[in-house]
């Protein structure tokens, strides 16, 4: 599989079809945002397939009236020319069985105009990391699973849960990365006590393409359990550095290389948390026993399920249940209008394991937080009825 430089821009091809280019700028579909290279071809589907291909385009715009049937043949003659290109359709009017037929035709997506421009820009990453993700398992390679640990609050404990979950299923023999997209105060390094000599800013600075090979040279090994780790920044001036782009590059060689990818993802919604949780197989959101958490963990369900995410592929896990002053758990499920999937006790522990550099399977692997985590790790490798079943029953016991 070739993979681009991980800070390049996604190159478009915007192809107008019909009388729709008059009335819509297709050059100016995207506005201001970056990390695309567009090329607007209005000269056919031939001339459009032959620009596709020769300059090996990622995505395709096709901005049509929705009634044509030209729109159908253009995306047809465009993924014959080039079947690993990302297709999205921007429609003006036609009738509602139009989209169906143009899914059907092997469109990505698509979207009814007029958009802002982000959400035109969005729409094309998402296609593409989902076209990339299907062509990867197509052709056989190795295709490892993404799971992004997101808490809306800061302080819920998705760092515990991500490096924690990460190093058990590094320990259990599974070819495991950790990937620290906390741009900006990423804590994971520390936590596992390791020193930050190379980052995801030095890779993405480091221009060429990559590989796994690359990928390999910036990485940093936790000996104790054989985790792989991509650090995040040393400063937070060095966020900016880091790309949707580049991380979308950087998850598709990773599948390639490893069997899970556990993403540790800043406490909001920013357009490269947004970009995680598309392209993770499953999600895994933390909440803990008081109000404003629990407040944020909802409002984080509704934005997962507004951007498509199935409910069976998040998974609601509750830190710190047992502290002094919490809710009831009843109250929880009440407040998050859903169960619980996973209950981590509170344990004096964790603050001595941050402060050691000893992730908690490691230094503590018999107390509660461990127990719940080597749980969590056994559902995440699993299959079938056992992902979830044991998971609440366990939980509600722990």
Not at 3 to 29: C, E, F, N, Q, Y
Not at 34 to 60: I, L, Y
Not at 296 to 305: F, I, K, P, Q, V
Request: charged share 20%; hydrophobic share 45%.
């Amino acid at each position: 599989m070739s993979i681009a430089s991980p800070g390049r821009a996604l190159r478009v091809v915007a192809v107008p079809v019909g009388d729709v280019s008059a009335g819509l700028p297709t050059s100016g579909l995207l506005g201001d945002a970056v990390g695309f290279e567009v090329s607007v071809v209005d000269a056919g589907p031939s001339r459009a397939a032959e620009t596709a291909s020769r300059e090996q385009m990622d995505v395709a715009l096709v901005v049509a009236d929705g009634g044509s049937p030209d729109a159908l043949l253009m995306i047809e003659r465009l993924l014959r020319a080039r079947p690993e290109m990302a297709v999205v359709v921007l429609q003006t009017g036609g009738p509602d069985a139009f989209l169906e037929a143009a899914l059907s035709a092997g469109a990505e997506d698509v979207l009814v105009a007029p958009q802002p421009a982000d959400a035109v820009a969005q729409a094309l990453r998402k296609a593409y990391a989902r076209a990339n993700r299907s062509r990867s398992a197509t052709v056989g390679l190795r295709q490892g699973r993404i799971v992004a640990v997101i808490g809306p609050k800061g302080g819920s404990g998705k760092t515990m849960c991500s490096t924690n979950l990460a190093a058990t299923l590094a320990r259990s023999g599974h070819r495991t990365l950790l990937l620290d997209l906390d741009l900006e105060f990423g804590d994971c390094a520390i936590v596992l006590g390791l020193r930050p000599e190379r980052t995801i800013a030095d890779l993405m600075s480091a221009g060429g393409s990559l590989d796994e090979e690359k990928l390999a040279g910036f990485v940093s090994t936790h000996a104790p359990t054989g985790l792989h780790v991509l650090i995040g920044p040393a400063r937070p001036d060095q966020a900016d550095m880091v790309s949707v782009g580049g991380v979308e590059e950087i998850f598709a060689v990773a599948r390639a290389t490893y069997d899970f990818i556990i993403v540790d993802s800043a406490p909001a919604f920013s357009p490269i948390v947004i970009a995680t949780v598309d392209a993770a197989d499953e999600v895994i959101l933390l909440a803990s026993m008081d109000v404003p958490s629990l407040k944020d963990a909802r409002l984080g369900l509704d934005t997962l399920e507004l951007m498509g995410r199935r409910r069976d592929d998040v998974r609601v896990a509750l830190n710190r249940a047992n502290a002094k002053g919490g809710l009831a758990l009843a109250r929880v499920t009440e407040a998050l209008e859903r169960e619980v999937d996973l209950v981590i006790p509170s344990d004096s522990s964790v603050p001595n394991s941050y402060n050691e550099g000893v992730p908690m399977i490691v230094s503590h692997p018999k107390n509660g937080v461990s127990k719940a985590i080597a749980q969590l790790a056994t559902s995440v490798s699993g299959s079938g009825d056992q992902k979830r079943t044991w998971l609440r029953r366990g939980g509600r016991g722990s």
